[in-house]
């Protein structure tokens, strides 16, 4: 986040978050980018609060919020509906839309068409697109239409099939080599960031060193240019074991599961609610007809 002269945080931009990668390759004191996912409305204002840079509404929706296997069935209706909510919450972080699977891969109108609903509709200030080489022209595409793209290489959950499951990739040399390609590929189509996914930690430095662009890992070690998570992991909220990178600030799940058990010990043992949580009757009207009573 930066601070603007009369001591409160700027409004985070695409050109503020390219201007600290410039900054911070003949500086030291290099100010990383935190981002993170969000779904809905509270939790996107408790972040932006908080001061992340960047709200990412990702497709993981599908997975952490609805239930959905993979990120594969999440529709732009769902997406837009996520993004709408999230944009209500937010001030000052950038808020980016990810792009559900099947609605930028195929044809370059229609992928238009989709990010420009993104943008409209529900206020996104930037989408983001998974893959590298592949998606040179639909990042031209967007980023002609002044819609910033914020690419997405490396273990792309939408490309589950293909990988044959959730995989770290660019672990042999051809795969190191093809990732630094889709890297470069993205900055020179004209996205002004790219998530690196699921890759090691040395490849991910290399790729930070050899784009201009900010590099957000995840799961790509400590020397990206910024980092995100998914929200759920950070806070202790989902089903299944955590990938090894995602560190848990919270276990929100065991907060909520404890706080559902004492309400209904306490709704079954008649303490809930309490004379102090009841409305009463004026005194003049008691004995006398039911009063509807505003909240
Ligand atoms: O959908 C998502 O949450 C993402 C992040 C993990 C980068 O794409």
Not at 224 to 236: P, S
Request: hydrophobic residues 40%; contains cysteine; glycine residues 10%.
């Amino acid at each position: 986040m930066s601070i603007i002269p009369n001591g409160s945080i700027a409004k985070a931009t695409v050109p503020e978050l390219l201007q600290r990668k410039s900054l911070a390759a003949d500086s030291t004191n290099k100010k990383k980018i935190t981002c993170l996912t969000a779904y809905d409305y509270p939790t996107a204002r408790l972040m932006d609060e908080a001061g992340v840079d960047v709200v990412l509404v990702g497709d993981s929706v599908a997975m952490v919020v609805l239930g959905y296997e993979s990120t594969l069935p999440l529709t732009m209706e769902e997406a837009l509906h996520h993004t709408k909510a999230v944009r209500r919450g937010v001030e000052r972080a950038l808020v980016v839309a990810d792009m559900p699977f099947g609605t930028y891969q195929g044809d370059i109108n229609e992928a238009l068409q989709n990010a420009v609903r993104f943008v409209k509709e529900a206020g996104a200030e930037a989408v983001k697109v998974e893959g590298g080489e592949r998606r040179l022209e639909v990042i031209a595409r967007l980023t002609e239409a002044e819609i910033p793209v914020m690419g997405h290489v490396g273990l792309t959950p939408q490309s589950v099939n293909a990988m044959g499951g959730y995989r770290v990739q660019g672990k042999t040399a051809g795969g190191a080599e093809q990732l630094l390609r889709d890297a470069r590929a993205v900055e020179a189509a004209g996205a002004f960031s790219i998530v690196l996914e699921g890759i090691p930690r040395e490849l991910a430095a290399e790729i930070t060193q050899s784009v201009r662009i900010p590099t957000i890992g995840i799961g790509a070690g400590p020397d990206c240019d910024g980092q995100i998570l998914v929200l759920h992991d950070l806070l202790g909220l989902t089903f299944q074991e955590s990938p090894k990178f995602a560190r848990r600030y919270a276990n929100l799940g065991e907060v909520i599961s404890q706080a559902v058990r004492e309400y209904c010990s306490d709704v079954q043992g008649g303490s809930f609610p309490s004379d102090l949580e009841s409305y009463h009757a004026p005194s003049a009207m008691k004995g006398g007809k039911p009063i509807r009573i505003a909240r």
